[in-house]
């Protein structure tokens, strides 16, 4: 059973840098980042394919990178220029389906869509 670990949440304040990481164990396909304010609904925030495509929200891009090894099953997050608006729950996401993975790959796509298996979360705190 897949399961997502994330590591390095924490409180920093206004224009500081935090750095999160997500290992999975079992099989992952696209893997990415998402946040959650309080509330606020869950938004997507970047996402990183197997073959390293990267995808980021407006919101986040310019500021916040994403990064993978996948031999590890590692991903993440470098998180740069924070604000009071960045505090959330952070959850790391991956799609963990290989039947509906084999499928988008069959019709070339859309990718990074089907994410089924969610870690616990970690909490990032701005202070402005």
């Known amino acids: 059973q897949e399961q997502l670990v994330e590591s390095g949440g924490g409180s920093v304040e206004d224009g500081g840098s935090l750095k999160l990481s997500c290992v999975a164990t079992?099989?992952?396909?696209?893997m990415g980042w998402f946040r959650q304010a309080p509330g606020k609904e869950r938004e997507r925030v970047a996402t990183i394919d197997t073959d390293g495509v990267t995808d980021y929200a407006t919101f986040v891009r310019g500021r916040f990178t994403i990064s993978q090894d996948r031999a590890r099953k590692t991903i993440w997050l470098q998180m740069s220029r924070l604000q009071a608006e960045d505090t959330a729950i952070y959850y790391c996401?991956?799609?963990?389906?290989?039947?509906?993975?084999?499928?988008?790959?069959?019709?070339?796509?859309?990718?990074?869509?089907?994410?089924?298996?969610w870690g616990v979360g970690t909490q990032v705190t701005v202070s402005a």
């Open positions: 996401s991956a799609e963990t389906n290989r039947a509906r993975r084999a499928m988008r790959v069959q019709h070339g796509g859309p990718f990074c869509v089907d994410f089924n298996s």
């Open positions: 079992g099989d992952v396909y696209c």
